[in-house]
């Protein structure tokens, strides 16, 4: 087999090194992938945001110390169990929580917080010059942010002079206090409207009204809404709380859209049924602190993060699709 070799010159290179290369080189100089994307008509930011929100901390909105009422008219609605779970949501987001349980004679918020144990004192020793604040102010064992006070022992009577300037007092206090102003004031609010619900009521500038999709819950929370536009209260937000889907597909129960329709609120959150409630209520441990997390205590934490950045959400019906039925349908099969 013939091999022919070819002799190949090697000449210097020139002086003008990228101007021969570019003379060289017919294509062009490669340019990287990574580029800006920039959102087109049909895609937004608030989308993105709307995905990716829950991935940060929520934005504080209003000034400090917000004083939040939390109430419905109605007892047995779930006002105590939005107390201490929202509260806890909120000292979990990193802000700090103070909530007081207004309810004479019948408070049970220490009960559900695991707390019943620790309170030695309340405001009306406070307001009696027996105790200090801080000493009436009970500290959460598992979250040092958050507080909570009650008004009165169980089966007490509240003096003559005590009513809605003590709550006012008692606000002023603890935006001067040492430790530093809290970022909420939670008031449990007692059922009813009477001397207690106004008490309540008073040192407040938001309302979260509680209540069920029935029509005696309803009918309750619409009076109470009114009581509170005539208080000055016009930041009010509704939680629905006891839903459950099966029964509003039987049409059991009044949907959610059906409830805003007719207390005209914006909307908070909503709660759905869930079991694991009284078994969290009879251990003294939030839903909220649940591992892993029920139905029930994602929607609390959801209604959290809406009450820090004043936001609500929508109620929306879907509508589904009928069930196509067969020839043998018509025999029951």
Same mark, same amino acid.
């Given at each position: ?11 210097? !290179?020139?002086? *003008?090194? *990228? ?35 829950? *991935? ?27 107390? %201490? +779970?929202?509260? &806890? ?8 929580? #103070? %909530? ?5 004679? !019948?408070?049970?918020? /220490?009960? @559900?917080? $695991? ?12 307001? +009696? $010059?027996?105790?200090?604040? /801080?000493?009436? &102010? ?21 003096? &003559? =002079?005590?009513?809605?300037?003590? &709550? ?36 407040? *500038?938001? %309302? ?12 309750? %929370? ?5 009581? !509170?536009?005539?208080? $000055? ?7 629905? +709380? ?7 597909? =039987? ?6 859209? /059906? #409830? ?6 914006? !909307? ?18 939030? @839903?909220?602190? +649940? ?43």
């Amino acid at each position: 087999m013939l091999c022919s070799l070819t002799m190949i010159s090697l000449k210097p !290179l020139p002086t *003008n090194l *990228n101007s021969s290369f570019h003379s060289l080189t017919p294509f062009k100089p490669f340019t990287p992938i990574t580029q800006t994307l920039k959102p087109s008509k049909s895609h937004s930011y608030s989308a993105i945001q709307s995905v990716l929100q829950w *991935n940060r901390k929520p934005e504080l909105a209003g000034d400090t110390p917000r004083v939040v009422v939390i109430t419905s008219g109605k007892g047995g609605v779930g006002k105590t169990t939005t107390t %201490a +779970n929202v509260g &806890l949501s909120l000292a979990r987001l990193g802000f700090s929580v #103070v %909530a007081i349980d207004a309810d004479v004679g !019948l408070r049970n918020l /220490d009960l @559900l917080l $695991g707390l019943e144990n620790r309170v030695n004192y309340t405001l009306v020793e406070v307001m +009696n $010059g027996d105790c200090r604040l /801080d000493q009436a &102010l009970v500290r959460d064992k598992r979250w040092s942010n958050f507080e909570l006070l009650c008004i009165s022992k169980p089966r007490s009577k509240l003096p &003559l =002079g005590f009513g809605g300037k003590a &709550l006012v007092w008692l606000v002023e206090a603890l935006k001067t206090r040492p430790e530093g102003c809290p970022d909420f004031i939670i008031i449990d609010c007692p059922a009813g409207i009477d001397a207690g619900f106004i008490t309540a009521i008073t040192p407040a *500038n938001e %309302a979260v009204l509680v209540t069920t999709p029935d029509i005696t819950s309803l009918r309750d %929370a619409d009076r109470v809404t009114g009581l !509170l536009e005539c208080d $000055g209260i016009r930041d009010i937000k509704m939680i629905v +709380n006891r839903v459950r889907t099966d029964m509003i597909k =039987g049409e059991d129960m009044m949907s959610v859209l /059906d #409830v805003q329709e007719m207390l005209g609120l914006a !909307l908070l959150g909503v709660i759905p049924e869930d079991s694991e409630v009284i078994r969290s209520t009879n251990r003294g441990y939030p @839903l909220v602190l +649940n591992k892993p997390p029920t139905l029930a205590g994602l929607a609390f934490e959801q209604a959290a993060w809406r009450l820090v950045e004043q936001d609500t959400m929508k109620a929306v019906m879907v509508e589904e699709e009928p069930k196509k039925r067969g020839f043998f349908s018509f025999f029951g099969g």
